[in-house]
């Protein structure tokens, strides 16, 4: 089976399919195969309708009485129904789908599966999904429903418009016989494989086409999990594989040795008006050790919110340049970029350190670039665009990114491009090789130790866990919407009557009747009905670039005394006088990402107060809880991994997917399984390049890893 042909090389799927199919990133077989359930009905837990209780339910039954009504809403309409078994009946309700008017036999039985609750005055099941009971193969109606699994477990895939989760099993039941086609994946799996490897034993010849199978296919539960256990492996195996190659590659590269040089160090930080953290002495060796060797470091420094990474990557890039050479210091946007030229102004110019800030708002850019080429400035702080524009370097030797995770291969090419610029180094054996520079990504989202094992395997990793002294923890205070008069308000006016600022954070830009969440505008617009006399302004992702930097600059200098904004704050500027924030729909939100919005405040010397606000109807979450308990971010990040999963929690990706849908990062005892195999590959592939020629479909999966960039 070629696992690289079109979807449309599967039984019953044509052009159009094939294009509904695009819009779930299904594009291959493989990707098809791979687009796993996610969930199953077990129809073993069927309940009597007379022992129904609110909540998910399966129900037994046959349907009658079926009858569809407008309602006042253009063009939205109700179809009823009742579901009967021989113990009593109950009402069934779909919202805009009058299809299933005639989609239903009277005379057979169906499962029913939905969300039994007392709404409109009775109690009634929502849109309840349906299986025939028999698989409906002599049934004239109910095509819709035919060729369904008849097992007591029923895959359901994510579905959205016409592509409903009972398509996509259609689609695989057509295809059954074809899942023992399915070829091996990993190295010492194969029959007559040259690798031999230590795998679990539930890593043997056709396992793969085994668990595929068996996950869509389920006749048991065990089925389900002996399958999970071989894709979990599966996935954290290539990520770890890919981990290892990379930093082979990267230890095959030259760099500039960039000397400790004590007296220069020791001034610099005399000169500081603190004193470092012990956390943040131990992260600053750990980089000035690796700068003073010849393989580039390729290093990532992760720190709470506020805990002061910038200072150790001010101290490091004081070493590169006291070497001669230069310094590249890449932010997320220019308003960041602007904000660190500013603090590492004051920290390295009256030491001899010359800055240049190059942002599109920089006037006589040309000549800037001209100047940087010829070696007259020693730091460069701007975006990422400064390593694909015509930006040529002099001297480059060490390249820090602020809140980007790690680089990937293009980015890196780029950025070795830059750094070689006439500049290689002949080394032992005659080959000449060019320079690459050192690399130290920056992040202030904690990341759990099961995913700098796997995610972040290629990078080395300095932890910063301690806030400098001086600053005062955040409280959290969990509010429903309903304390918003008496609580939330009064706080508001005494903070801006105080000076202080407020950042007001909401769920969505756009109004929409599916959304609960109140849109930016119009929550900007009910502040500035409560709070006349105070400024008020908002802010969110889809604006220009050079609006949103004014706005955020206006807001640094205290001009705007309440902020409503999306997320686009979760990365901002260090705006000490902002004391207070309110997160609307925070039960929205994962861990991670409500600690980086909390960390917007507390940066001053005042106390500071973060309401994590929730629907009057709905109970505090989890990991709601967890944030009003703990100021850890690395605590949290934990809990994040163990409440939603690395999924969702680094789904989403500028360039590729983390994709893991089986895997639990949890599990350390698939990640050390897989962690010595995939050592013990990488280490027979480089003695062999050529043996990966055999596992070709692996190859392409290892590029994809390399080839992201970014987590947030």
């Not at 040795?257 to 007296?263: D, G, H, N, Q």
């Not at 030797?397 to 750094?419: P, T």
Request: hydrophobic residues 35%; positive net charge.
């Amino acid at each position: 089976m070629d696992l690289t042909a079109e979807v449309t090389d599967f039984d019953g799927i044509g052009t159009q399919t094939a294009n509904f199919l695009k819009k779930y990133g299904i594009y291959t077989v493989r990707d098809l195969l791979y687009f796993l359930p996610r969930d199953y009905d077990n129809f073993q837990s069927t309940v009597k309708i007379c022992d129904l209780k609110p909540g998910k339910v399966i129900v037994r039954g046959k349907i009658s009485e079926l009858t569809t009504k407008s309602t006042h809403r253009r063009g939205f309409r109700l179809t009823y129904g009742k579901i009967s078994d021989e113990t009593g009946s109950i009402k069934a309700i779909w919202f805009n789908q009058p299809y299933r008017e005639k989609q239903f036999d009277p005379e057979r039985e169906y499962y029913f599966t939905g969300m039994y609750d007392f709404k409109n005055g009775s109690y009634q099941l929502s849109s309840p999904s349906a299986v025939l009971v028999d698989g409906g193969k002599n049934s004239k109606k109910s095509k819709n429903l035919a060729e369904q699994n008849e097992a007591d477990l029923q895959p359901i895939y994510r579905a959205k418009g016409s592509m409903k989760s009972v398509k996509f099993h259609q689609i695989f039941d057509k295809n059954r016989s074809r899942f023992a086609m399915i070829p091996d994946l990993l190295p010492g799996a194969f029959l007559n494989d040259s690798l031999k490897i230590d795998h679990p034993s539930f890593v043997r010849p056709g396992a793969r086409a085994e668990a595929l199978y068996k996950i869509h296919f389920p006749e048991t539960t065990d089925d389900i999990i002996e399958a999970k256990r071989y894709l979990s492996y599966e996935e954290v195996f290539e990520m770890l594989l890919a981990a290892n190659l990379a930093k082979q590659e990267n230890n095959k590269l030259c760099a500039e040795k960039l000397p400790f040089i004590e007296s220069k160090t020791k001034a610099l930080i005399a000169s500081l008006p603190f004193k470092l953290t012990d956390a943040q002495r131990k992260a600053t060796w750990e980089i000035l050790q690796d700068l003073e060797k010849d393989v580039p470091m390729n290093r990532l420094l992760q720190g709470d919110v506020g805990s002061g990474k910038t200072i150790v990557a001010a101290i490091a890039a004081y070493q590169a340049i006291c070497n001669g050479y230069q310094v590249a210091l890449l932010a997320p946007t220019a308003i960041l970029a602007t904000q660190h030229a500013e603090s590492l102004r004051n920290v390295l110019e009256p030491l001899g350190v010359k800055i240049a800030l190059l942002i599109s708002a920089t006037k006589q850019k040309e000549r800037l670039k001209r100047e940087i080429e010829q070696g007259k400035y020693d730091l460069i702080i701007g975006t990422h665009a400064i390593i694909t524009d015509d930006v040529n370097f002099n001297s480059l030797a060490f390249c820090i990114i602020d809140e980007q995770h790690r680089f990937g291969v293009n980015q890196r090419q780029k950025l070795l491009s830059k750094a070689s610029h006439n500049r290689r180094k002949l080394v032992a054996g005659g080959n000449n090789l060019p320079i690459a520079p050192h690399l130290l990504s920056m992040t202030a989202t904690p990341i759990p130790r099961s995913l700098q094992l796997t995610v972040f395997g290629d990078l080395d990793c300095s932890i910063i866990n301690q806030l400098p002294s001086g600053r005062q923890p955040i409280e959290t205070k969990i509010i429903t919407e309903t304390d918003q008069r008496e609580v939330l308000y009064p706080h508001v006016i005494s903070e801006v009557e105080q000076g202080h600022q407020v950042y007001w954070i909401c769920r969505t830009i756009k109004d929409s009747p599916s959304a609960e969440s109140a849109s930016v505008k119009k929550q900007c617009n009910k502040l500035r009905n409560i709070f006349p006399n105070i400024s008020i302004e908002f802010l969110h992702g889809r604006m220009k670039p050079a609006e949103k930097d004014d706005l955020m600059e206006r807001f640094a200098k205290g001009k705007i005394d309440i902020l409503v904004s999306t997320t686009v704050v979760e990365v901002g500027v260090n705006v000490p006088n902002a004391t207070l924030m309110v997160i609307m729909n925070s039960e929205d939100y994962g861990l991670a990402q409500l600690h980086q919005l909390r960390g917007r405040v507390g940066r001053g010397a005042e106390a500071s107060t973060c309401y994590l606000m929730i629907a009057a109807e709905n109970k505090p979450t989890k990991r709601l809880k967890a944030m009003e308990r703990s100021t850890d971010g690395f605590y949290l990040a934990e809990m994040d991994l163990k409440i939603r999963g690395p999924g969702e929690i680094y789904g989403s990706l500028q360039h590729g997917e983390l994709n893991l849908q089986i895997a639990n990062l949890a599990d350390t005892g698939t990640i050390s399984l897989a962690a010595r195999q995939a050592k013990v590959v990488a280490k027979e592939i480089s003695k062999n390049p050529e043996i990966m020629l055999q596992y070709k479909e692996l190859s392409r999966g290892i590029v994809r890893y390399q080839q992201l960039t970014t987590l947030n």
